[in-house]
């Protein structure tokens, strides 16, 4: 005889009047928790399992023992349930049938068990209520691994979920609602606790498409996809999910388990690493295309001149590139060029004072910059204040809205005088300031060199 039903068919008048009279080994025997009510709710008829669950054996036929043999009950959520409302009393009120309802036994010891009932009502031939029958099974142990297994889960840094086969959300962590920005909504959100879904490329991703839509789908786990996902607030996250579909022991899908782990931090790395490798690229072709330059432009009288005023033009080039590394390519501060070119000479008896506010420099306009301070450097190295023991250097800058102005000053050396012919060190800086919008004054005092330039301001940053 099947005492448990599938579908909406009811049990007949027949099959509760052999319930009723049923030999009580052959009760005790039946498969799981069971017993009977009369259509007033009077427990009549228990099996042997039921009455351990329970905790005590109700008093068959007391019009006390309504509905239920146990001492108390609860619902799922620790609110106490009348057993004027048990699942019992509204098959035995409605005649409808209940599968797979989850309810708390408590036990006169005060031990709780939850259990899955089943219940049937049993109808005559004309359709009048009889009583019920109530198949029951004790689901302490797996609500307490599923209670394990979801604290696990909630205890977990990265974004998780679980679907049912319908792609329906089950279950989220609280780093899936961090990583989506909002709180799914349970047995409603399908297949993502995302709000809105993007492929790579930045197209919309329905959300049926998804990974794990296509998981369930095709029953088979999916790595190694990448998506964006789009919180309500509009910022957007990178992610690789990993979907992968839960199966009962019969093999079919029951559900699945989704991790979302974010990647937007490597992919800007990825980002930041392809800039800066087009920037080194360009500054390498800049660097080669100046170096050569400065190669076929250098003159001098003899191989020695020529090999040394050729390498302080790339040490130059070099320092200024130190400085630019070190920014990971975002600029250059001007008044670390300056400390660069005259390194030799700061703090050496003051002579070398260096003032102004910080600047920092875009990648080009710092390069050549530095070649202007080389060669005022080596001019007064050779020629002026710096070659002599009691001479100085004052650099200062100033910034308004449109440009810079630094001012070369020589002190304190040997008597100076405007050139008879253009060296190649001014037609260098003359040569370099043109690309930069620049211009240059000299003023040839006999004290020493002053020396302003002027570059405008936007084609510095």
Known sequence: MNLVHQGEAHLTSSSFAALATLDQAAMDALPGAVYLCAADGRVIRFNQTAAELWGRSPNAGDPRERFCGSYRLYRTDGALLPHDQCPMAA??????CFRNQEVVVEQPTGQRRTVLV??????????RIEGAINCFQDITECKQSERRFRQMIDSLPAAIYTTDAGGRITHFNPAAVAFAGRVPQLGTDEWCVTWKLYYPDGTPMPHDECPMA?????GRPIHGAEAIAERPDGTRVWFTPYPTPLRDDAGRIVGAINMLVDITER????????????????????????????????KANTANDFAEAL???LQALASAQSLLAASRWHGASLQGLIEEELAAFINVEDRVVVSGPALELAPDAAQSVALILHELTTNATKYGALSQQTGRIT???????EHLSLRWRETGGPAVARPANVGFGSQLIETTLPALNGEIH???????????VRIPVDRLR
């Open 91 to 96: 098959a035995l009120q409605t005649g409808e």
């Open 118 to 127: 089943n219940i049937d009502a049993l109808k005559d031939q004309a359709g």
């Open 214 to 218: 296509l998981s369930l789908k095709e």
């Open 267 to 298: 992919k800007r790395a990825e980002q930041h690493m392809w800039l800066l490798t087009r920037e080194l690229e360009h500054r390498v072709k800049n660097i080669l295309t100046t170096a050569i330059a400065l190669t076929r432009l250098t």
């Open 311 to 313: 390498i302080g033009r």
């Open 395 to 401: 650099v200062e800058w100033n910034v308004n809205r």
């Open 442 to 452: 000299y003023d040839w005092n006999t004290e020493g060199l002053v020396c302003t």
